[in-house]
Structures are given as structure tokens and as C-alpha cells.
């Protein structure tokens, strides 16, 4: 039983060794002249460095190493690109003549063409006066002197500064009466000849009543009381003939311009205003003097 034994233990190990000489040479912990003969397939020869593609030289393509030789891969080398040559093409080529006569010369002066089918032609729509239709405005009592003292500050800050930096239309010419009072809202901005480059409709003063008097307008719609579609009028009558006109040539607002200090404005609605020209103003300011003696003349002789 023994001797047995011993017999197997001696195959066992007989085919251990032989299944370690068939190992890489790399893996194995002996040397066996059965490693010395496997065959081992590589890329590139032994100890060999990467070529690498770069901008200034051709790609060399890798070698293949086997068994049975070397195998050069099928592939198209890449060309080298040379900046000096391009460089000395470039200056080489001499001054491009780019004149507009050398494209195209017209037969005359005063020749024409016809737009092609697909020629676009860009218009402009000219701003349009604003119609004021007080149909269906509510009726409130607005006054932009009832805002807060330091709102009226603002205000007024904001009318003096304005005027001062706009300055005058015509050459040479100065702003002569720049104020804006504070408990009133007087105003006044003209230069000493021609007109100032800040319009009325400009002023701030003209454009916060615009905007607190669309705000008051609408709220006053909201009050209960009417039809739906009266309120719905009611608000579309406040966002046409206000909200829309402030800041525009015709908007819609009160006169807060007086000839002089001290004087209180008669804030009548008026649309745009030429209060900015100061012989304009005048003007406007006399021929209402004048109507309003007439009418006074006609209630005495009546």
C-alpha cells in the first residue's frame, strides 16, 4: 500500500513540472529550457521609443514584430506642413487692390437699377399724436402738489437738473430761467434765444403727473359699481389716453408752466406743450391773456 503510494505522489509531480515548463519565462520562478522556447508576439522592436505625430514631421507607422517577419500597417503618412513657405506665398501674392471702382464702375452718374425679387426695403412709421377721447375716463380729483414733500423734492431736483443739462438748441444760447417750486410744481426751463433741448413733454415734472394720473385713473375704475364691460372701457380709457402718451410728444397731462417765479400754474390738460420755447410760451401765454379779456369784455357788455 505504501509503495502505492508513493508511486502516485512521484506522477503527480512529474506533471507539475511538465505543466511549468510550458509557462512564460516572465512568470516562472525556475528557469526551464522549455520557457526558452515560447514564442512571445510583441509590437514595435525591443526597447524601442514612441514616434509621435507632431505639426513639423511625417507620422512614422508602427512596426509589427511575429513569427513569421515584420508587418508594416497599410496606412497614408501625414504630410508636413512648412508656416515659412505659406508665409513667403502669402507675402509673395503683393498688395490686393481693394478700391470700389476696381469691383464694379457705374455706366453714369445718374444710372439706375431695379431691386431684385428678394431685395427687402426697411420702412419707418412716423409717430402719430395721440387722439384724446375722455369718453369713458372716470371722474377723480388729481393733483400732483397733493404727493408727499419729499416726493415733491424729488420731483423738482429732477426738473432743475434736466434742464440745466440739456441745455439749448441754437448756438450760443443759454438757459435763462431754470426753477421748479416746490409746493407747487411751478415750473419753468427756456433759454435766452431759440428753444431749450428739453422739451415740456419731457420735463419731469410733466412726466410724473402723466404717470400718477394714469395710476389714480385706473384705481378709480376699479370702484365698484357699473358693468363689467363700463369698467373694462373705464381702464382701457385710462391706458390710451395716459399711460400710453407719457414720455411721448403727445402726452397727455397737466401745465405746470408758469412765466415767472412766484406764479402758480393754472395746470390745464394740454397735450405735449411747447413751454420749453421760450417765444413760444410767450406767445401761447399772451394770446390766453388776451382770450381771457375778451371773454371778460363780452360777460360786461352782456
Known amino acids: 500500500m505504501q509503495l502505492a503510494t508513493r508511486a502516485l505522489l512521484a506522477l503527480l509531480g512529474a506533471a507539475a513540472v511538465a505543466a ?11 528557469d526551464t529550457d522549455i ?10 522592436p525591443g526597447g524601442s521609443t514612441p514616434v509621435f505625430i507632431s505639426t513639423d514631421t511625417s507620422f ?7 513569427a513569421s517577419g515584420t508587418i508594416l500597417p497599410t496606412l497614408n503618412p501625414v504630410p508636413s506642413f512648412d508656416m515659412s513657405s505659406a508665409a513667403a506665398a502669402a507675402a509673395s501674392s ?8 476696381s469691383n464694379y464702375t457705374l455706366p453714369s452718374a445718374t444710372a439706375t437699377a431695379t431691386p431684385g425679387p428678394g431685395f427687402v426695403v426697411q420702412q419707418s412709421n412716423p409717430y ?19 404727493e408727499t414733500e419729499v416726493r415733491r423734492q424729488v420731483i423738482c431736483g429732477q426738473q432743475t437738473k434736466f434742464c440745466a443739462t440739456a441745455g439749448c438748441a441754437e448756438a450760443g444760447a443759454t438757459i435763462n430761467y431754470n426753477f421748479c417750486d416746490v ?15 428739453l422739451q415740456q413733454w419731457k420735463w419731469p415734472v410733466q412726466f410724473s403727473d402723466c404717470l400718477a394720473r394714469a395710476t389714480t385713473c385706473a384705481d378709480m375704475c ?32 397737466a401745465n405746470y408752466a408758469v412765466a415767472k417765479s412766484g406764479d402758480k400754474p393754472n395746470l390745464d390738460m394740454m397735450q405735449g406743450g411747447t413751454a420749453g420755447d421760450g417765444a ?11 382770450a381771457a379779456f375778451a371773454f371778460a369784455a363780452v360777460l360786461l357788455v352782456a
Not at 35 to 44: H, P
Not at 94 to 101: I, Q, V
Not at 128 to 146: H, I, S, T
Open 183 to 197: 409746493d407747487t410744481l411751478a415750473s419753468r426751463c427756456t433759454c435766452d434765444k431759440g428753444a431749450s433741448n
Open 60 to 66: 512614422v507607422p508602427p512596426v509589427t514584430s511575429s
Open 35 to 44: 520557457a526558452k522556447t515560447i514564442q512571445r508576439y510583441t509590437m514595435g
Open 20 to 30: 511549468q515548463g510550458t509557462t512564460d519565462v516572465r512568470t516562472l520562478s525556475i
Open 280 to 290: 413760444a410760451f410767450l406767445r401761447a401765454s399772451s394770446l390766453a391773456v388776451a
Open 222 to 253: 376699479s370702484i365698484p359699481g357699473g358693468t363689467t364691460a363700463q369698467r373694462t372701457a373705464c381702464k382701457s380709457a385710462c391706458q390710451t389716453n395716459f399711460r400710453d402718451t407719457c414720455g411721448m410728444p403727445g402726452q397727455y397731462s
Open 128 to 146: 402719430v399724436m395721440q387722439v384724446v377721447d375722455p369718453k369713458d375716463l372716470p371722474k377723480m380729483n388729481f393733483n400732483l402738489a397733493n
Open 94 to 101: 503683393g498688395a490686393l487692390n481693394r478700391t470700389a471702382s
